[in-house]
């Protein structure tokens, strides 16, 4: 797929992401909107995934660790074709779903249901041993938060993965740089990432997580590393797409109201207008 098929398929995640969360009156665009390149580039072009068939036995599984950026994934499965995006706006509602968090029994094509900041890493470290046991070629790919790294149960997980060489994992950490209480590096510096990933055992690949270029040479690579499994760290903007969104904190779990979701999707929309004239 091109670069630019991917920055429309982005595009309609995003509106998606504003769209839901609007209808909703609550959730998390910011952490949303930051991973939307990654959620577009991992459901369009890298894993090995079927919406007509969601429970293929050799699929690649993905698990979204910080689970309240579920409009973001919601979003990139429903443009995927998992179910109508026309459903996105039932976001949170009674009989939806679409919960809150993933939640494997409403939706098919959810392989975890997450939202325990650490649970969902540990997870997909467990779901690549059981690949492993099985002699089974699928790839699991686990999202987390560069505040939900604060948790210990991450670095467990990271070093059981190392331990059993689980090179048919691969972590991405979406970078943002803030976490619900600001700062990341003021409310409990996780950094260097990378230097940690690598003391326990990971082979690992910095990136900006909002370039596609960069995001496919560094899958590429995950694939090639044996005997380890590979982490990315993927830097990236909170809010990106929507200007006044970007960067700042406060949309960490805020929702839009009618003024700011008509901004948001006019911004969004006259950038689709910019890509369909290339």
Known sequence: MTNLELQKYAL????????????AKSGH???????????????????NIDPANPFMPD???????KGHTAPGLYAAMAYRGYFPPEELITLRKVGSK????????ELPGIDMSTGSLGQGVSAAVG???AAKMDNQDYRVYTLLGDGEIQEG?????????????LDNLLV???????????DIAEVCSPYPIDQKFEAFGFHVINIDGNDFDQIRSACKEARTIKGKPTAIIAKTVKGKGVSFMEGEAGWHGKA??????????KELENREEELCQK
């Not at 699929?59 to 660790?65: A, I, N």
């Not at 149960?153 to 060489?165: C, G, L, P, R, T």
Request: aromatic residues 10%; contains cysteine.
């Open 29 to 47: 665009p910011g952490g949303s909107l930051s991973a939307a390149d990654i959620f577009t580039f991992l459901y369009f072009e890298e894993m």
């Open 98 to 105: 679409l919960q809150g968090h993933p939640c494997m029994q």
């Open 153 to 165: 149960q991450v670095w467990e997980a990271a070093m059981f993965a190392s331990h059993k060489e």
């Open 127 to 129: 779901m690549a041993l």
């Open 256 to 265: 839009p109201n009618d003024e700011q979701y008509e901004a948001a999707m």
């Open 59 to 65: 699929r690649d599984r993905f698990v979204l660790s």
């Open 172 to 182: 991405i950490v979406d970078n943002n740089g803030l976490q619900i209480d600001g």
């Open 12 to 23: 309609e995640v995003r509106k998606g992401i504003i769209a839901s969360t609007h209808s």
